[in-house]
């Protein structure tokens, strides 16, 4: 897909107790050199006590509207909001319009994405159609994680992976015929994966002031998981490049998800993808989830990685299994 969307704002927010490799690994009764050794994590962010997937949500999109030069009072019907978020404060109403309501955007407009790490690519197309069929002039897309009590502490698959985070980027329409904006943009979904991780309800009981929920502890086929992703990704990365009429040599800079930093070492170059292109701030917060692409950009931009005139491949693949990629020229 090609479009005239273009990005004006980035913003991030993570966890700010810092969890380390020493601890983690002690906790599994392993050398401290294990993690890092397995997967290049250094470090991860977690929530603090007053700290959840909402506040993480806030001050990404707040920090978003901030460089933008947008001010929540003017925000309005012209705006969408596109949230993604994997972590529960509220089971109703949608997490979208708790964030909105929570923020003041007393009247922009919600849908909010049930996903994990794949999920911003199809929200970038959702607000490029959208643009395209002048049904708004603005979208904000974000996304927000911490799913950490999910994970088993005594499972070595899952346990030292995960940090807690959120990002948010503002997207507009590009002016006319300019060369900047969205060159291309690709996603797709293999559900015959779906199983290579999971965390299931087992169980719900009524009672007195509420109901009980109980989730199995989230199990991933890593392995199998990175096999899939390999293969999708190379058919995904070839249809995006050849719709943005460009190669892996013109692209400037490649933001992609970050499962860990060691898949990503050995992934991408099979991919033809160059790591010094590759920034990996996943080494110090931990796989955030469906929030990884849009706080890496938010980084990228922040470290002056971004710029005008930069094209950037933007890289996301999760359970599901579902991949994107797209090419946006900023």
């Not at 090609?2 to 700010?16: E, V």
């Not at 319009?97 to 994405?113: H, N, T, W």
């Amino acid at each position: 897909m090609k479009s005239s969307l273009s990005i004006r704002g980035f913003g991030h927010r993570i966890g700010s107790r810092l969890v380390s490799n020493d601890e983690t690994s002690r906790s599994l009764g392993l050398p401290s050199s294990w993690l890092f050794e397995r997967t290049g994590i250094r470090e991860r962010r977690l929530c603090s006590a007053d700290e959840d997937v909402l506040t993480m949500a806030q001050g990404a999109v707040r920090n978003a509207l901030d460089q933008a030069g947008i001010s929540i009072g003017e925000l309005g019907a012209e705006t969408v909001l596109l949230h993604i978020q994997n972590g529960i404060t509220h089971l109703t109403p949608p997490a979208s319009i708790v964030l909105a309501g929570s923020l003041g955007l007393k009247r922009v407009r919600c849908l909010s994405i049930d996903g994990v790490c794949a999920e911003p690519i199809n929200a970038l197309e959702i607000a490029a159609l959208m643009f395209n069929a002048g049904l708004c002039s603005r979208a904000i897309i974000s996304a927000s994680v911490d799913f950490t009590a999910l994970i088993d502490p005594a499972d070595n698959q899952t346990s030292g992976l995960f940090g807690c985070g959120a990002g948010a980027l503002i997207a507009e329409p590009a002016k006319a015929n300019s060369p900047y904006g969205l060159h291309g943009l690709t996603w797709e979904t293999h559900s015959e994966h779906w199983k290579l991780g999971v965390s299931p309800m087992l169980s719900s009981r009524a009672e007195k002031n509420g109901v009980s929920v109980t989730f199995g502890h989230y199990q991933m086929k890593g392995q199998e998981l990175a096999r899939v992703a390999l293969r999708v990704l190379n058919g995904v990365l070839g249809r995006t490049l050849d719709e943005a009429t460009c190669s892996i040599n013109d692209c400037d800079l490649v933001v992609s998800h970050q499962p860990n930093v060691k898949m990503l070492d050995i992934g991408l170059p099979r991919l033809g993808i160059p790591l010094d292109k590759v920034p990996r701030p996943g080494a110090w917060m931990g796989n955030l989830g469906p929030a990884s692409l849009l706080v890496g950009l938010s980084t990228a931009k922040e470290s002056g990685l971004i710029a005008d005139g930069k094209k950037v491949l933007l890289l996301s693949f999760g359970l599901g299994f579902s991949a994107g990629a797209a090419v946006i020229q900023f």
